[in-house]
């Protein structure tokens, strides 16, 4: 279909108002957080349900991509429309619809912000557990569709342990209800597919969100380290004792002078690691609790231990700690950033090599991990105009993948596959493995019109 | 299709003469809904299930997976029996990472014997679920029927603990999801689309779960009633507070009279973690009852404590005394909003109560699941029963919940919906399961949208 033809079309849709296509919006539109670029043929802000239903439905019939959009934060090219199409930013479509505290549940549109939420929610006492760092922008949407982690997923599991039912507009703009306030809705667990299908499957118009009370204690602490392999010690010490907190959270010496450089959290620039950990639940037992873990530190050599003594103190480190990308992005022009997971008793090893893989290419890596999870994130710094240097990331994280994968874990533990590590797919999958998730995919998608190109490799490997 | 006798030969070249039961006195203990299998097959190794579906995908052979087959009286009557598929001797604990905390099992072994495994090894720990028949239940039958019980109030139900699956596709190709890592989004979460289906989209052989570290202590606190309306809203001040019990079921008397407790209405609490944490717990939800105005409390301790839990979670097999009584045939199972599961409770009473018909009711009075045990079925009965489970059905609706007959005889099955009623997404499940088994092989009919 002529491009003019197709916004003429989607205006008479959604309404003038409610379609961007000026050069200026294209660029806008055609990257994410990832180094991935590419710009759709046309951007469409619907404000409604039936509207998202029509352009569905429109790009179905003429067989156009389609590709859902929050607040573009994806870190693997998920919001990149690679192939081109319309791209529905569901921004607009931002309204809590329903606050049903009684039933500790609420009913969001997806273009609300994460952390938008949470703030409102605050004010009645509850929370929406999952906190990716990114929350102050990415939205709801967003965070089901690529199933978000954050710092507490460690205790709390991650979005998909945590949204229950959404409304899901389908390949030809049919709009279904798939689970929904109450559990254990007879069926197939589509809720369970559909978190972290990177918008291949369909596209989500509401969710409905788990929430619970606040927590009635809270403790946070600031472990300080000389090496960061006492610091990964620890970590393995403490999930070995059988002890679970609600979060584990490392950053390397890198990490830290960005951070205080950027923000003033009062980190120590000459520390080798911190570890921040979090206590919630109860108040009884928590100071043993407390102790016992204090005594881990101490066993793996920590240098100074600081416990919060109020909530600014607490907000301090923890705004150290989810500024992080943000403050390592000002040393260098670009970043990549991986986020390879590993089982979290083979971190300290897995640290050490993705330092010698640093330095096999030469490139400065900054590393903050969810180290509870096993999930690292090393930033490699560069910059892009060097095509050199470049080529060399890329190397460099091909290698990081591997070498997660050789540890018994995976390619990504919370940023998607997107177009970035499509490749890595079969480090991980078998060709079965594959062809059981394309199986699913065409139920959903028979035209494969929903964010082509991600996820799932169109090629499969010779047999 | 050959006939029965080439492809049982085929079946036996597969797995050998021992592993296939063919004896028609033996295979009627492995009849589904009145329907006896022609054969049953045992295989002893992944390769061999493989191999089996493949040979039953060209030759489009209904296959029933079968644990200790504690869940056969569940699911729709099915279109076609042909095999049997035991995975009894697919049984091993394949890796225990304690440090990690995660276990991987195979399909067959149950979660009594992992249990049992998993107190004795290190320290300590254990697979947060408590599912009915947990003495016989298998781990492949658990999942695969996403079978859950009161603690999944704190500890959450198999979605949110599995990290990773292994199956066999209905075409034999033997596919492997998630992994070991407690984070992982590299693919679909196909593990969470295999938890609860059945086996209808692949034959589970093996799972990979996260553990938990034994609780220090555990205690019980029972707290009786004589007015619903109290005891609602003792649940409801609890699911509101910072408290954290791990089980909360709300029952009616016929309930906490089958499991030998004196109460109109009974609110069980199951506390459990640090010990501070679990005195406190039982002080404070103890005097939060009597203010609300519960007429008794009863703290059970030690193995009281561990036993009353498995009678609740056993509750159809509850005795009482020395006096077994025979299992229930006629459970149903609401999803509900949670905050009406106590007033939908008293209209299910109201309702069996003007029908005449013996009804025992739980509720996990924190997840919104409202189990009702028909406690006098007999031929008789069917037509009162079928109406009460339109009634019941109904009033779950109301709620944005529906119903599922969770165990029932043929004769029910055939004038009740088994799953409920249709949902908008039956679309989705419909065409899932034509993609992911066109054929039709696997446990055919017996699931939503079977085709």
Known sequence: ?463 | MSNSNQWISALKGIIGEPNVIQDPDRLKAYAVDGLAPKAVVIPGSVEEVSRLLAYAYLEKLAVVPRGNGTKMAAGGIPLKVDLVLSMLRINRITEHDIPNLSLSVEAGITLAEVQKKLVATGKGSFLPLDPPYSEQATIGGIIATNSSGPRRYLYSSARDLLLGLKAVSPNGDVVAFGGKTVKNVSGYDMTKLMIGSWGALGVITEITTKLLPLPEASATLLASFGDLAKAGSLTRKILHSVLLPSAMELMDGKAADRLGEKARYLVAFSLEGVGEAVERQVAEIGELAKREGAVDTKVLKGEDDRTFWIRVRDFALASVGARLIAPLPVILRSNVVISKLPEILGRYETMARDAGIGCALIGHAGNGILTSYILDYGAAKMGPVVDLIGKFTDEAAKHEGNLIVESSPRDLKERVSVWGRPRSDDVVMRRLKETVDPGGILNPGRFVGGV
């Open chain 1, 1 to 463: 279909m002529e491009k003019d033809t197709m916004i003429g079309e989607l205006v008479r849709l959604v309404g003038r108002e409610n379609v961007l296509s000026s050069d200026m919006h294209f660029k806008l539109y055609e990257y994410d957080a990832s180094l991935i670029r590419s710009k759709p043929d046309c951007i469409v802000l619907p404000t409604s349900t039936e509207q998202v239903s029509k352009v569905v439905k429109f790009a179905h019939d003429h067989k156009i991509p389609v590709i859902a959009r929050g607040a573009g934060t994806n870190l693997s090219g998920g919001s990149v429309t690679v192939r081109g199409g319309i791209a529905i930013v569901l921004t607009k479509m931002n309204r809590i619809l329903d606050m049903d505290i009684e039933n500790l549940r609420v009913v969001v549109e997806p273009g609300v912000v994460t952390l938008d939420l949470k703030n409102v929610l605050a004010r009645h006492g509850y929370l929406y557990q999952p906190d990716p760092a990114s929350e102050k922008v990415t939205t709801i949407g967003g965070n089901f569709a690529e199933n978000s982690g954050g710092p507490h997923c460690l205790k709390y599991g991650v979005t998909s342990n945590h949204v229950l039912g959404v409304e899901l507009v389908l390949y030809d703009g049919q709009v279904v209800q798939v689970g929904g306030k109450a559990l254990d809705n007879p069926g197939y667990d589509l809720m369970g597919v559909l978190g972290g299908s990177e918008g291949t499957l369909g596209i989500i118009t509401q969710a409905v969100l788990r929430i619970m009370p606040k927590a009635e204690a809270v403790k946070t602490m600031l472990c300080i380290y000389n090496s960061i392999e006492e610091g990964g010690n620890t970590v393995t010490a403490i999930i070995g004792e059988g002890i679970i907190p609600a979060t584990l959270e490392m950053m390397d010496n890198l990490t830290i002078k960005a951070v205080e450089e950027a923000y003033h959290v009062g980190f120590p620039t000459d520390a080798a690691a911190i570890l921040i950990i979090e206590l919630d639940g109860l108040k009884d037992g928590m100071e043993r609790l407390t102790e016992r873990i204090l005594d881990i530190c101490r066993q793996n050599n920590v240098r100074e231990i600081r416990v919060a003594k109020d909530q600014a103190e607490r907000d301090k480190i923890w705004a150290g700690r989810k500024g992080a990308f943000g403050a390592v992005g000002r040393l260098r022009p670009n970043y990549l950033v991986n986020d390879g997971t590993v089982p979290r008793t083979r971190l300290p090893e897995t640290l050490a090599k993705v330092v010698e893989i640093g330095k096999k290419y030469n490139l400065p890596i900054a590393n903050v991990f969810h180290a509870g999870d096993g999930n690292l994130h090393p930033l490699i710094l560069f910059d892009e105009r060097d095509k050199d240097e470049l080529a060399r990331v890329h190397a460099a994280a091909m290698e990081i993948m591997k070498l997660c994968v050789d540890m018994g874990g995976t390619i990504s533990g919370e940023h998607g596959i997107g177009v970035e590590k499509i490749e890595g797919m079969s480090l991980i999958f078998s060709d079965s493995d594959i062809a059981a998730m394309k199986k699913v995919k065409a139920a959903f998608d028979p035209l494969n019109l929903f964010n082509p190109g991600k996820v799932l490799p169109e090629t499969e490997k010779a047999a």
